[in-house]
Structure formats: C-alpha cells, structure tokens
C-alpha cells in the first residue's frame, strides 16, 4: 500500500524558513515524478514544485513562478524522501502543503492527475 507521509510544518515569521517533508513507502518512487501542491484556505490547490527523473541520478526541478528563487525541491532516493526548502517565506505562503506522486501523462502541474496524495501539513507564515 502506497503511502506519502508529510512533516515538519508549522509556525514561522516572514522571511524564515523552513523545509517540510515527505516519506514515500510500499513502492520505490526513483523513477517517478513527485511534488509539492498547496493550498489555502478558500482557494483552490495550486502546483508549488515538482521532480522529474531525467535517467541516472539525474533529476530536474520545477518550481511555479510564485516560490522561483524562494523554495526548491529535492529527494533521497536511498530513504524514499521528498523535500521542499523554504526561504524567504512570506504571508502568502500560508497553506496547507501536499505532496504527491505520478501525474498521469506527466503533467506536473495539474494536481488532479496525481495518483496518490500525502495528508497534508499546515504552514502558517506571519507578518
């Protein structure tokens, strides 16, 4: 049984940061793309970032135009882990952020093509 497991939200000022968490199981995600959704209260789940095998160990990073520069995606492969680094949060940042795993057809920045989901963690930046 495949299951995504977030942490590591929670509290922060502007301009801090923080990086959350995901644990993979029951398969192995090397191959498949994964990322990051969020979304905030009212407002629909919008695409944060995501990760695409290029073949090797060679991986490629998308980030939406809102956290360029701010935030970046990354995995282990070896423990099955999916990290978001967080810096220079700001208020708008707020949300409830998702991890997720194999978009059908690839397209990454449509969540409702992805086949599994993470519960969620709360982040909570403030002025």
């Known amino acids: 049984q495949v299951q995504l497991v977030e942490s590591g939200g929670g509290l922060v000022q502007a301009g801090g940061s923080l990086r959350i968490s995901c644990a993979a199981s029951?398969?192995?995600?090397?191959?498949?793309?994964m990322g990051w959704f969020r979304q905030a209260p009212g407002k629909e789940r919008e695409f944060v970032a995501a990760?695409?095998?290029?073949?090797?160990?060679?991986?490629?990073?998308i980030h939406a135009d809102s956290v360029k520069g701010r935030f970046t995606i990354y995995r282990d492969n070896a423990k099955n882990m999916l990290y978001l680094q967080m810096n220079s949060l700001k208020p708008e940042d707020t949300a409830v952020y998702y991890c997720?795993?194999?978009?059908?057809?690839?397209?990454?920045?449509?969540?409702?093509?992805?086949?599994?989901w993470g519960q969620g963690t709360q982040i909570t930046v403030s002025s």
């Open positions: 990760t695409t095998w290029s073949g090797g160990n060679t991986y490629d990073g």
């Open positions: 997720a795993a194999d978009p059908v057809g690839g397209n990454v920045r449509t969540w409702t093509l992805y086949n599994y």
């Open positions: 029951g398969r192995t995600f090397k191959t498949s793309i």
